[in-house]
């Protein structure tokens, strides 16, 4: 009798795992009854960090949609001082990034709790493998002050246009050609980059990407052309020596190192240098942002990897 009574016990408790189990796998594909899938079990899973189960080298480029990267930022003794999220999505039938970067806690207080935002605008052009911006929108809030540059690209008149904010008076705007080929800002290369669109990124791989600067003029209100972003995939030899100076690379899947250097006027930094310590994958685990004004140097950490398949940020 009591082997009975123990053996049906152990049934109900196995019943009752069976129905909490299946519950879980209901809870991971949907979410407080939202019409949209929030995690796609097969896409969300992390083989190592900054790995995902879906990995391919290159392809249709809008395999990104509803890609959110979460990062932490620490900078002098303060550790996550700020938080970074960047994000690629659909919206009213066009492909969009967002990059958001903004002080949080102490920091956030002597600050004024400073934020940077930046949305990018494509469309998808070679067959769907290559990002062209349209449109890239600059937003640095300081309290209670913001400064606003709209950049828009029109790729059929050859005309690139800047509009310059105040809050939310237009104190400028300018017109100037659109030089022949891409320009690409930033959130799009670094999808392009992703993407194999300037070549395989293998050890020793430099790509030079035409660019703009994100808001100097000169005082003719002629907009000059920067120097092209320049992106380089580090050697064995040339890693050691940036891992030793910058104590970076330390995490168990930092396997490329990538220096960059950007318009420095983007991010307020000195010179617009900046390394990643990227995965397999093409994801960044680690990066230092050089000479952050203000700042110093920024240290940036890879906290996790969402994906809302055509969900919004």
């Not at 956030?108 to 890239?136: P, Q």
């Not at 995939?233 to 220096?259: A, F, M, P, W």
Request: charged content about 25%; overall charge neutral; aromatic content about 14%.
């Amino acid at each position: 009798m009591h082997f009975q009574s123990t053996k049906s016990i152990k049934v109900f408790i196995l019943l009752i795992f069976a129905l909490i189990m299946s519950q879980g796998f209901c809870f991971g594909i949907t979410f407080a009854g939202s019409p949209h899938p929030i995690q796609n079990f097969k896409e969300s899973k992390i083989l190592e960090k900054g790995e995902y189960a879906s990995f391919i080298p290159e392809g249709d480029i809008r395999r990104f949609a509803g890609e959110t990267l979460y990062y932490d930022i620490d900078f002098m003794i303060f550790s996550q001082a700020a938080k970074a999220k960047i994000s690629f999505f659909e919206e009213n039938h066009k492909y969009k990034s967002l990059l958001t970067v903004e002080t949080q806690g102490f920091v956030g207080f002597i600050t004024s709790y400073v934020k940077h935002v930046y949305e990018a605008t494509f469309e998808v052009v070679n067959n769907g493998k290559r990002l062209r911006t349209l449109k890239f929108d600059r937003e640095v809030t300081v309290g209670d002050g913001k400064e606003r540059i709209v950049h828009a690209l029109d790729h059929t008149s050859l005309l690139h246009y800047m509009f310059f904010y105040q809050n939310k008076n237009m104190i400028n705007q300018l017109k100037k050609p659109l030089p022949p080929g891409h320009q690409d800002d930033v959130l799009g290369a670094f999808y392009n980059i992703r993407n194999a669109v300037y070549g395989e990124v293998e050890k020793g791989q430099t790509f030079e990407i035409p660019t703009f600067w994100t808001k100097f003029a000169d005082d003719k209100d002629e907009v000059k052309q920067p120097k092209p972003m320049l992106v380089r995939i580090l050697t064995d030899e040339e890693r050691k020596q940036i891992d030793q100076k910058e104590d970076g690379g330390n995490l168990t899947n930092s396997k490329l190192l990538v220096k960059m250097l950007v318009p420095s006027d983007l991010y307020e930094t000195k010179n617009g240098e900046l390394y990643y310590w990227a995965s397999n994958h093409l994801i960044p685990t680690e990066s230092i942002y050089k000479d952050f004004i203000l700042f110093g140097d920024l240290h940036i950490k890879f906290v996790k990897r969402e994906f809302r398949p055509n969900g919004n940020p």
